[in-house]
């Protein structure tokens, strides 16, 4: 289920598995309290208590919100096996994920901030 309010660049990312530049993302830096969700369908993915700067260039992520919310497949698109993750619901690509986060998870949700849309905690 496509969200026709999408972007051509959201578009891009989440149904044709395309990547933002490093450090052009509007979450990259963006330290406000809530949830941050699947820009397709409003799923809950990530808590803004579990975002980290990674150095990266693109926002980070410790944990998800609720494992059936993100789906984890196998990505050799680059020649290299990397574990690309989804929405759980829509199908929407969202990033990777990679085994270099902080404790007490170890893991490094690199997620497009054209993938998310963000709800404040009131």
Not at 39 to 68: E, H, M, R
Request: hydrophobic share 35%; with cysteine.
């Amino acid at each position: 289920m496509l969200n026709p309010g999408l972007t051509p660049e959201q578009k891009n990312i989440c149904f044709l598995k395309g990547t933002e530049p490093p450090f052009s993302g509007k979450y990259y830096d963006f330290h406000e309290d809530g949830v941050y969700v699947c820009v397709n369908c409003g799923t809950p993915l990530f808590a803004s208590d579990t975002k980290f700067d990674s150095g990266t260039g693109w926002p980070s992520f410790a944990d998800v919100v609720a494992q059936g919310n993100v789906k984890k497949s196998i990505d050799m698109s680059l020649g290299v096996e990397r574990t690309e993750v989804t929405c759980g619901t829509c199908g929407a690509h969202l990033g990777h994920v990679f085994a270099d986060g902080p404790v007490p998870t170890g893991l490094r949700y690199c997620i497009n901030s054209l993938a998310l849309d963000f709800k404040k905690v009131e």
